[in-house]
Protein backbone atom coordinates (compact mmCIF):
# COMPACT_ATOMS: atom_id res chain seq x y z
CA UNK A 1 0.00 0.00 0.00
CA UNK A 2 2.96 2.25 0.29
CA UNK A 3 4.18 1.59 -2.62
CA UNK A 4 1.01 2.03 -4.16
CA UNK A 5 0.88 5.26 -2.14
CA UNK A 6 4.62 6.88 -3.62
CA UNK A 7 3.59 5.98 -7.07
CA UNK A 8 0.72 7.55 -6.59
CA UNK A 9 2.03 10.72 -5.41
CA UNK A 10 4.75 10.50 -8.32
CA UNK A 11 2.00 10.62 -10.70
CA UNK A 12 0.18 13.40 -9.39
CA UNK A 13 3.62 15.16 -9.41
CA UNK A 14 4.37 14.67 -13.12
CA UNK A 15 0.63 15.66 -13.43
CA UNK A 16 0.81 18.72 -11.36
CA UNK A 17 4.21 19.42 -13.27
CA UNK A 18 2.58 18.99 -16.57
CA UNK A 19 -0.17 21.30 -15.90
CA UNK A 20 2.34 24.12 -14.47
CA UNK A 21 4.01 24.08 -17.58
CA UNK A 22 0.81 24.17 -20.01
CA UNK A 23 -0.47 26.96 -18.26
CA UNK A 24 2.89 28.75 -18.49
CA UNK A 25 3.08 28.40 -21.98
CA UNK A 26 -0.33 29.83 -22.20
CA UNK A 27 0.51 32.78 -19.67
CA UNK A 28 3.50 33.30 -22.32
CA UNK A 29 1.53 33.31 -25.50
CA UNK A 30 -1.12 35.56 -23.72
CA UNK A 31 2.13 38.17 -22.93
CA UNK A 32 2.94 37.42 -26.63
CA UNK A 33 -0.45 38.18 -27.82
CA UNK A 34 -0.73 41.27 -25.35
CA UNK A 35 2.39 42.36 -26.42
CA UNK A 36 0.99 42.48 -30.15
CA UNK A 37 -1.92 44.20 -29.62
CA UNK A 38 -0.06 46.92 -27.40
CA UNK A 39 2.08 46.99 -30.55
CA UNK A 40 -0.92 47.41 -32.68
CA UNK A 41 -2.30 50.09 -30.25
CA UNK A 42 0.59 52.34 -30.37
CA UNK A 43 0.98 51.83 -34.44
CA UNK A 44 -2.87 52.91 -34.78
CA UNK A 45 -2.35 56.16 -32.42
CA UNK A 46 0.29 57.40 -34.32
CA UNK A 47 -1.10 57.11 -37.39
CA UNK A 48 -4.26 58.74 -35.84
CA UNK A 49 -2.44 61.88 -34.79
CA UNK A 50 -0.48 61.96 -38.06
CA UNK A 51 -4.33 61.95 -39.79
CA UNK A 52 -5.28 64.63 -36.72
CA UNK A 53 -1.92 66.61 -37.29
CA UNK A 54 -2.58 66.89 -41.07
CA UNK A 55 -6.12 67.93 -41.03
CA UNK A 56 -5.36 70.08 -38.15
CA UNK A 57 -2.84 71.92 -41.31
CA UNK A 58 -5.58 71.25 -43.64
CA UNK A 59 -8.07 73.40 -41.63
CA UNK A 60 -5.58 75.96 -40.78
CA UNK A 61 -4.78 76.54 -44.68
CA UNK A 62 -8.33 76.93 -45.37
CA UNK A 63 -8.84 79.34 -42.70
CA UNK A 64 -5.62 81.35 -43.74
CA UNK A 65 -7.24 81.07 -47.75
CA UNK A 66 -10.71 82.28 -46.94
CA UNK A 67 -8.77 85.06 -44.63
CA UNK A 68 -6.20 86.29 -47.53
CA UNK A 69 -9.20 86.29 -49.81
CA UNK A 70 -10.82 89.37 -47.83
CA UNK A 71 -7.29 91.01 -46.98
CA UNK A 72 -5.97 90.90 -50.65
CA UNK A 73 -8.71 93.27 -51.69
CA UNK A 74 -7.56 95.72 -49.80
CA UNK A 75 -3.79 96.90 -49.21
CA UNK A 76 -4.27 98.68 -46.17
CA UNK A 77 -5.30 96.08 -44.05
CA UNK A 78 -2.91 93.96 -45.45
CA UNK A 79 -2.23 91.00 -42.78
CA UNK A 80 -5.00 92.40 -40.02
CA UNK A 81 -6.52 89.26 -39.53
CA UNK A 82 -3.05 87.42 -38.25
CA UNK A 83 -2.16 91.01 -36.08
CA UNK A 84 -5.85 90.85 -34.34
CA UNK A 85 -5.26 86.99 -34.25
CA UNK A 86 -1.83 87.46 -32.39
CA UNK A 87 -2.91 90.25 -30.33
CA UNK A 88 -6.60 87.74 -29.75
CA UNK A 89 -4.29 84.98 -28.61
CA UNK A 90 -2.49 86.98 -26.14
CA UNK A 91 -5.47 88.22 -24.23
CA UNK A 92 -7.16 84.92 -24.84
CA UNK A 93 -3.64 83.30 -22.27
CA UNK A 94 -4.70 85.47 -19.70
CA UNK A 95 -8.72 82.93 -19.76
CA UNK A 96 -7.55 79.42 -18.98
CA UNK A 97 -10.16 78.70 -17.26
CA UNK A 98 -12.85 80.47 -19.42
CA UNK A 99 -10.66 79.84 -22.76
CA UNK A 100 -9.25 77.28 -24.39
CA UNK A 101 -6.21 77.56 -26.51
CA UNK A 102 -7.04 75.62 -29.24
CA UNK A 103 -7.23 76.13 -33.35
CA UNK A 104 -10.63 76.93 -33.50
CA UNK A 105 -10.42 80.12 -31.10
CA UNK A 106 -7.61 81.29 -33.45
CA UNK A 107 -10.12 80.46 -36.41
CA UNK A 108 -12.65 82.90 -35.16
CA UNK A 109 -10.09 85.63 -34.69
CA UNK A 110 -8.50 85.01 -38.45
CA UNK A 111 -12.05 84.79 -40.37
CA UNK A 112 -13.81 88.20 -37.97
CA UNK A 113 -13.78 89.57 -41.53
CA UNK A 114 -14.57 87.42 -43.67
CA UNK A 115 -18.27 88.53 -44.80
CA UNK A 116 -16.12 91.75 -46.20
CA UNK A 117 -16.22 89.36 -49.65
CA UNK A 118 -19.40 90.21 -50.20
CA UNK A 119 -18.81 93.95 -50.12
CA UNK A 120 -18.25 96.47 -52.94
CA UNK A 121 -15.26 97.50 -53.88
CA UNK A 122 -16.71 101.07 -53.87
CA UNK A 123 -17.55 101.17 -50.43
CA UNK A 124 -14.42 99.15 -49.15
CA UNK A 125 -12.36 101.52 -51.03
CA UNK A 126 -13.98 104.48 -49.75
CA UNK A 127 -11.57 107.48 -49.05
CA UNK A 128 -14.40 109.66 -47.34
CA UNK A 129 -16.80 108.71 -44.48
CA UNK A 130 -20.01 106.29 -45.69
CA UNK A 131 -23.20 107.60 -45.96
CA UNK A 132 -26.07 105.67 -44.80
CA UNK A 133 -26.96 102.93 -47.42
CA UNK A 134 -23.06 102.59 -47.62
CA UNK A 135 -23.26 101.89 -43.53
CA UNK A 136 -26.29 99.79 -43.67
CA UNK A 137 -24.56 97.15 -46.40
CA UNK A 138 -21.64 97.65 -44.10
CA UNK A 139 -22.74 96.67 -41.44
CA UNK A 140 -24.23 93.47 -42.58
CA UNK A 141 -20.67 92.23 -43.50
CA UNK A 142 -20.93 89.83 -39.89
CA UNK A 143 -24.47 88.30 -40.81
CA UNK A 144 -22.89 87.38 -44.43
CA UNK A 145 -19.70 86.10 -42.40
CA UNK A 146 -21.09 83.79 -40.18
CA UNK A 147 -23.47 82.16 -42.87
CA UNK A 148 -20.50 81.66 -44.51
CA UNK A 149 -18.55 79.07 -42.26
CA UNK A 150 -22.00 78.27 -40.03
CA UNK A 151 -22.39 75.17 -42.22
CA UNK A 152 -18.96 73.86 -41.67
CA UNK A 153 -18.42 71.80 -39.01
CA UNK A 154 -14.81 72.97 -37.84
CA UNK A 155 -15.49 76.55 -37.92
CA UNK A 156 -18.48 75.93 -36.13
CA UNK A 157 -16.82 77.54 -32.88
CA UNK A 158 -15.69 80.37 -35.35
CA UNK A 159 -18.98 81.73 -36.00
CA UNK A 160 -20.38 83.24 -33.04
CA UNK A 161 -16.84 85.55 -33.33
CA UNK A 162 -17.49 86.48 -36.95
CA UNK A 163 -21.13 87.51 -36.01
CA UNK A 164 -20.83 88.92 -32.96
CA UNK A 165 -17.27 90.95 -33.09
CA UNK A 166 -19.50 94.46 -33.62
CA UNK A 167 -21.52 94.41 -30.64
CA UNK A 168 -20.63 96.43 -28.10
CA UNK A 169 -20.90 96.19 -24.03
CA UNK A 170 -23.69 98.71 -23.80
CA UNK A 171 -25.79 96.60 -26.37
CA UNK A 172 -25.49 99.68 -29.18
CA UNK A 173 -23.37 97.46 -31.40
CA UNK A 174 -24.72 94.98 -34.22
CA UNK A 175 -26.14 92.99 -35.67
CA UNK A 176 -28.00 91.73 -33.11
CA UNK A 177 -27.85 94.23 -30.07
CA UNK A 178 -26.13 92.29 -27.80
CA UNK A 179 -25.00 93.83 -24.16
CA UNK A 180 -22.13 92.67 -21.77
CA UNK A 181 -21.51 89.00 -20.95
CA UNK A 182 -23.94 88.38 -23.43
CA UNK A 183 -22.02 88.70 -26.31
CA UNK A 184 -19.45 85.87 -26.62
CA UNK A 185 -15.78 86.12 -24.86
CA UNK A 186 -14.25 85.54 -27.74
CA UNK A 187 -16.28 88.23 -29.98
CA UNK A 188 -15.36 90.48 -27.01
CA UNK A 189 -11.84 89.97 -26.79
CA UNK A 190 -11.89 90.10 -30.69
CA UNK A 191 -13.58 93.91 -31.05
CA UNK A 192 -10.88 95.25 -28.69
CA UNK A 193 -7.85 94.04 -30.70
CA UNK A 194 -9.43 95.09 -34.13
CA UNK A 195 -10.33 98.59 -32.70
CA UNK A 196 -7.01 98.70 -32.16
CA UNK A 197 -5.12 97.85 -35.36
CA UNK A 198 -7.77 99.35 -37.36
CA UNK A 199 -6.28 102.66 -35.65
CA UNK A 200 -3.02 101.88 -35.44
CA UNK A 201 -2.90 101.42 -39.43
CA UNK A 202 -2.86 103.55 -42.01
CA UNK A 203 -6.20 103.87 -43.78
CA UNK A 204 -7.22 105.61 -47.38
CA UNK A 205 -9.11 108.40 -44.89
CA UNK A 206 -6.46 109.02 -42.43
CA UNK A 207 -2.98 107.73 -41.28
CA UNK A 208 -2.55 105.29 -38.19
CA UNK A 209 -2.78 106.66 -34.88
CA UNK A 210 0.49 105.68 -32.66
CA UNK A 211 -0.16 103.19 -30.18
CA UNK A 212 -0.78 105.83 -27.23
CA UNK A 213 -3.09 107.84 -29.24
CA UNK A 214 -5.15 104.96 -30.05
CA UNK A 215 -5.12 103.59 -26.38
CA UNK A 216 -6.49 107.13 -24.92
CA UNK A 217 -9.46 107.20 -27.70
CA UNK A 218 -10.06 103.55 -26.68
CA UNK A 219 -10.12 104.18 -23.20
CA UNK A 220 -13.04 106.75 -23.78
CA UNK A 221 -15.09 103.56 -25.12
CA UNK A 222 -14.67 100.93 -22.23
CA UNK A 223 -17.89 100.26 -20.34
CA UNK A 224 -19.71 101.39 -24.28
CA UNK A 225 -17.60 99.93 -27.01
CA UNK A 226 -15.51 97.79 -24.78
CA UNK A 227 -16.18 95.10 -21.80
CA UNK A 228 -14.95 97.15 -18.76
CA UNK A 229 -12.74 94.01 -17.49
CA UNK A 230 -11.14 92.55 -20.69
CA UNK A 231 -9.77 96.33 -22.13
CA UNK A 232 -7.37 97.03 -18.79
CA UNK A 233 -6.25 93.49 -18.94
CA UNK A 234 -5.69 94.12 -22.59
CA UNK A 235 -3.38 97.15 -22.26
CA UNK A 236 -1.45 95.36 -19.15
CA UNK A 237 -0.96 92.36 -21.77
CA UNK A 238 0.27 94.56 -24.43
CA UNK A 239 2.89 96.68 -22.38
CA UNK A 240 4.12 93.58 -20.41
CA UNK A 241 4.77 91.57 -23.96
CA UNK A 242 6.54 92.83 -27.17
CA UNK A 243 3.63 93.08 -29.13
CA UNK A 244 3.53 97.09 -28.99
CA UNK A 245 6.73 97.37 -30.48
CA UNK A 246 5.84 94.24 -32.87
CA UNK A 247 2.81 95.98 -34.03
CA UNK A 248 4.89 99.22 -34.98
CA UNK A 249 7.10 97.27 -37.12
CA UNK A 250 4.28 95.52 -38.66
CA UNK A 251 2.73 98.89 -39.41
CA UNK A 252 5.91 99.58 -41.22
CA UNK A 253 6.06 96.54 -43.27
CA UNK A 254 2.50 95.56 -43.21
CA UNK A 255 3.21 91.87 -41.96
CA UNK A 256 3.22 90.32 -38.81
CA UNK A 257 4.38 87.33 -36.60
CA UNK A 258 1.78 85.96 -34.30
CA UNK A 259 2.64 85.89 -30.96
CA UNK A 260 4.23 82.23 -30.01
Not at 29 to 50: I, M, N, S
Not at 168 to 190: F, N, Q, V
Not at 220 to 231: A, R, W
Amino acid sequence: MAVQSEIGLIDELVRLRAELRRREREAADKELQLQRYAADLRETFKQERARAQELRRSYMATVRALSNAVEARDAYTGKHAERVAAYGLEIARKFPEELILTPELEFGFLLHDVGKVAIPDAILYKPGALDDDERTLMSRHPVIGSEIVQGIEFLAEAADVVRSHHEKWDGTGYPDKLAGESIDITARITCIADVFDALTTDRPYRPGFTVDEALAMMTKDVGKMFDPELFPRFVRIMRDTQLFKRSAAARATNTFAAAS
